[in-house]
């Protein structure tokens, strides 16, 4: 199924709610639609040893927060690579005094040179060269399409990323409590290839064992009612207003359901409606 233009996605929800069942089931059904992790990039760059990677590795390892500007850059950088960012040239629009050139702006979205520049931007994240992500303007071409990842989790991030590249469709995912509790108390872990299952939906052909190597499942640690209350009330802290930022806009949908399967459906339908 064809798309007649961009779609900029995010899926809100909270742990355990089925969030990454249906991005995989978005992005099969609807092939022009790319994955763009936040976590991804950070990785990547790690991995090749980037000026950036190597900043921000030790962050990562202790567990800390990348900031979000760094974020941004990376999110700004990957667009602008596949061509879904356009300068004021390409998009005809008229340069004030205030804009920087066409050059500039792409200048700004290449990687950091080195080791000097990442101190700098990170000393003074503020900066984050809005300057130049202003006079930049999403691609409305249906290949421009991307299911977002890890970013924004904020009403402040989410106001950051507006002014690099608006996001036209944040989905609410909704499950009652007591559904998700039954399943993270029902969820078992293979660790070395991350492969979950579930007592009650997915579960393993031999109790206790990993279908494909036959070795042990475990449960994880975070898996316990205590610990989940504390992170889904934290969820609800920081989700409330990032949900309000986008029914301000427009562009938020709610969808509730006991399952994914009762989900899917009515996501397929309203992205169909939005923007095929």
Known sequence: MRLRKAARVI????????????????????????????????????????????KVESTMKAGGLVPDELILRLISNELNQRGWLLSSAQTGNVMTLACQSAAGAAEAAQPFDNEAEVASFLSTPSLARRGNYAQAQPSQDPSASFLLDGFPRTAAQADSLDEIVPIN????????????????????????????????????????????????????????????????????????PLLEHYARKGVLSEVEGMSSDEITPKLFSEFERRFC
């Open 169 to 240: 469709w944040a989905v609410s995912i909704k499950t009652p409590l007591d559904v998700i509790m039954e399943r993270i108390s029902g969820r078992w872990v293979h660790e070395p290839s991350g492969r979950v299952y579930n007592t009650t939906f997915n579960a393993p052909k031999v109790p206790g064992r990993d279908d494909i190597t036959g070795e042990p499942l475990v449960r994880r640690s975070d898996d316990t009612e205590e610990v989940y209350r504390q992170r889904f009330k934290r969820f609800q802290e920081t989700s409330e």
């Open 11 to 54: 899926l809100v929800g909270a742990p355990g709610v089925g969030k990454g069942t249906q991005s995989e089931r978005l992005l099969q059904r609807f092939p022009q639609l790319s994955h763009i992790s936040s976590g991804d990039l950070l990785r990547h760059n790690v991995k090749q040893r980037t000026p950036l990677g190597t």
